[in-house]
């Protein structure tokens, strides 16, 4: 298991594009990919709960990884992250 706190920088949040994108993303890693925020865990892999956890611009989350993949699937998702989803 790998995990990295990352910064939301879109100036959105996570709303419905880069929920869709990040949710995209995750499942093309075969690791269990969940992120923490105040307290609650969410799957990176279902749009309901990413939208659900009320992500916001400057919101500190923590990306955890558990799986064969996992290192690669943090990276890659840390990266996504933090160019703010092409935004």
């Known amino acids: 298991m790998v995990s990295q706190k990352v910064t939301i920088k879109n100036p959105t949040g996570l709303h419905l594009r880069p929920a869709g994108i990040l949710c995209k993303e995750a499942m093309n890693f075969k690791s269990l990919i969940t992120f923490h925020y ?6 990176a892999k279902s749009v309901l709960s990413v939208l659900g956890a009320c992500i916001k611009s400057g919101d500190e989350i923590e990306l955890v990884c558990d799986g064969e993949d996992e290192a690669d699937a943090l990276a890659f998702l840390v990266n996504l992250i933090e160019e703010g989803f092409g935004e």
């Open 38 to 43: 105040r307290g609650n865990t969410a799957n």
